[in-house]
Structure formats: structure tokens, C-alpha cells
């Protein structure tokens, strides 16, 4: 039985993004193990964005459509186990939060219990996918009134690592 474990700070990530996987037109089934996926596709000679309006937005420059303010670096961690249709990755990200806690609050409420995959931005726009398996997706919020912070949690399962969008 593999069971690798990586655990990481995303520094550079400036951004994390959870999108309705319903919303999103990946050209690569979910099953296959990739490193890299096309970002957009040409639609009548136009570039079109793969991945679809979010419904939780987490950035550290706050501007409109964003629901929260992000508090530090995101933690990843990615454990590798052997399972029946090969590889499993599984990956639970945690981003703190310190401002904009009841509109993160309700996109978190409506994102419950639905399929989705994580996009994340870096500092020079470089996007990242966390390409996530069928009913594998959760996501929580930990509020911690004290210090008026919270952090979104999100696990999911997929068959690839981050995979980057080119």
C-alpha cells in the first residue's frame, strides 16, 4: 500500500478560487492522471475560460465578487494512497480568513454537499487546479470568534496532484 504524505505553505498563492464542478468544461476526464490541462479553449476564434464563475472567492486583495479577505498563506496537504482504480490523492487545504466572514459564510452553505474543484492563483497569475473526483468534495468553515478569524477548509480526492492550467 503507497501512503505518501506532503504537507506545504502556498506562498505565492494570491488567490483560491472553489468552483461548481458543473460549471466547469475540462477537456481531460476526471480519471486520468495529469500534471497539465489546457486553462481555456477557442470558441469562434475567441479564448474562453475552462473554469466557470465561482462560488467562493478567497483573496488577499479583497475588490468585487470576492467573499473573503484571506489571512496568510493557504496550508496544503496531499496524501497518496492505493486504492482500486489506481492513486489517490487526497487533498485538504485550509485558508484563514479574517474579514468578509458572512458572505464567506454563505457561499460555504451553498457549496456544501456539491461537487466542486479548487482553483488557485499564484502572484504572476500562473493558475493551479485541484481537479477534484465525483463525490469526493468537502468543504467546511471553522470560525474562531476570539480572534475574529476563521478558516475555510476543503478536502477533496482526485487522481492528480496540482495540476497547472496552461
Known amino acids: 500500500m503507497i501512503q505518501n504524505c506532503n504537507e506545504q505553505v502556498l506562498d505565492d498563492v494570491v488567490r483560491v478560487d472553489v468552483v461548481l464542478a458543473s460549471l466547469c468544461d475540462l477537456e481531460v476526464p476526471f480519471q486520468v492522471k495529469m500534471t497539465e490541462m489546457a486553462g481555456t479553449k477557442t470558441v469562434d476564434g475567441q479564448a474562453v475560460d475552462r473554469i466557470g464563475a465561482p462560488g467562493l472567492s478567497l483573496a488577499y486583495n479583497v475588490q468585487d465578487g470576492d467573499d473573503g479577505e484571506m489571512d496568510g ?12 482504480m489506481g492513486i489517490v490523492v487526497n487533498h485538504d487545504l485550509q485558508v484563514p480568513v479574517t474579514a468578509g ?5 454563505k457561499a460555504v452553505e451553498g457549496l456544501q454537499t456539491r461537487h466542486f474543484h479548487v482553483l488557485l492563483t499564484t ?22 470568534d476570539v480572534n475574529q478569524k476563521a478558516t475555510v477548509k476543503l478536502t477533496l480526492q482526485s487522481m492528480s496532484h496540482v495540476v497547472k492550467l496552461t
Open 73 to 84: 498563506a493557504p496550508t496544503l496537504k496531499q496524501t497518496e494512497k492505493q486504492q482500486a
Open 123 to 144: 502572484q504572476d497569475a500562473t493558475r493551479y487546479l485541484l481537479y477534484s473526483l465525483p463525490n469526493t468534495s468537502l468543504l467546511l468553515l471553522d470560525e474562531q
Open 101 to 105: 466572514f458572512e458572505a464567506t459564510r
